[in-house]
Every structure is written in structure tokens, then in C-alpha cells.
């Protein structure tokens, strides 16, 4: 098993860092992201302990702040949970997940199928948990009835603002998928 050195985590944070240039038949170049992992793959409950695991390994290495790799840990479970518990593992399907460090701040963003009654759910869900502050949130999913898949996704998204220290966007892209991200705070 081979193990980075400080100048291994640098030096790939440098490779990542934006930058802009020139390509090779001169055109320029967009800003890179800081994007820094990118998986694909069916939706399964199987998967999420060893993804999650994965990403607070790779953010504590990576940004050398055990808290913020436990923040990620909670708002990758979280956010795969919605998206598997959404999804079917049928054919064609799959689910998008990728991590990027911006700023020293962990920011998840999985991308999936949606049928339109998962959608409404989802723009429901994120619309009442950025309604109020974190705190406030999460103890009113907690006293919420539980049940269905309403109060289990905004107890989710309310766990991902409070002790993820992350804002919530939903955003329905052209192929008609849909892209749930949290972006940590300081």
C-alpha cells in the first residue's frame, strides 16, 4: 500500500488548482475546477459506507482537518442515501457523485434520474431546509412525523446543514437529470 507525503497532496492540489492558458492550437483555455473525484455507478445501498468512507479519507489526507473530512463523511451519507433511496438499480441507471475541495471546504454534488414526482419531492425538501437556519431546521425534521419519503429526505438535508456546515442547491440539468449539491461553509 503507498502512502502520500505532504508534497504528493500538494502537488496534486496545484495539478487541480484553476488556472487558465492556452491549448495546443492556441485556444484558451477555461479555468480548471478543483474537481477531484468523479464515480459513476448503479444506485445501491451496498456502495455508501465504503464511498463515504472513501471521501473523509481522501478529504481529511487532503485538506489535513479532521473535522471538515468528518463534515464530508456526513454530507456524502446523507446525499447518497436521497439519491439511492430515489433511484432504481434498473439498466441505464446510475448515479454521479463527485467531490471537489474549493477553499479548504469539502462540496458534494450527485447527479440522477429523477421522475417528476421525485423532482417535486426534492425542490420541496431543499426549498424548506435553506428556509431557515440549520438549527431550527433540523430539530423540526426531528419532531416531524416520520414515515414517508418526504420526512426521511428533509431529515437528511437537514442533518447535511447542520452538521455538514453545508448550503444546499438543486439544479435540473438539460437531459433531464438532476444535481443535488452541498457546498461546505467555514
Not at 488548482?17 to 477531484?36: I, N
Not at 481522501?58 to 446523507?78: H, Y
Request: net charge positive.
Amino acid at each position: 500500500m503507498s502512502h502520500l507525503t505532504k508534497s504528493d497532496i500538494a502537488a496534486t492540489q496545484a495539478a487541480a488548482a484553476p488556472s487558465t492558458g492556452s491549448g495546443a492550437s492556441g485556444e484558451q483555455l477555461a479555468p480548471r475546477r478543483a474537481l477531484l473525484v468523479v464515480l459513476r455507478f448503479r444506485p445501491s445501498w451496498a456502495y455508501i459506507d465504503g464511498i463515504r468512507e472513501f471521501g473523509r479519507t481522501f478529504c481529511a489526507t487532503s485538506l489535513d482537518d479532521p473535522e471538515a473530512a468528518e463534515r464530508a463523511r456526513v454530507i456524502l451519507q446523507e446525499l447518497l442515501e436521497i439519491a439511492v433511496r430515489g433511484s432504481t438499480a434498473s439498466r441505464g441507471k446510475e448515479l454521479e457523485l463527485e467531490l471537489t475541495l474549493r477553499d479548504g471546504r469539502p462540496e458534494v454534488a450527485v447527479t440522477r434520474q429523477a421522475d417528476p414526482e421525485q423532482r417535486v419531492l426534492l425542490e420541496g425538501a431543499v426549498a424548506w431546509v435553506n428556509a431557515s437556519a440549520p438549527e431550527a431546521i433540523y430539530l423540526g425534521a426531528l419532531r416531524a412525523p416520520a414515515g414517508g419519503p418526504a420526512s426521511r429526505t428533509r431529515l437528511g438535508l437537514a442533518r447535511v446543514r447542520l452538521e455538514g456546515r453545508a448550503e444546499l442547491a438543486l439544479e435540473a440539468l438539460d437531459d433531464g437529470r438532476l444535481r443535488l449539491r452541498a457546498r461546505g461553509q467555514p
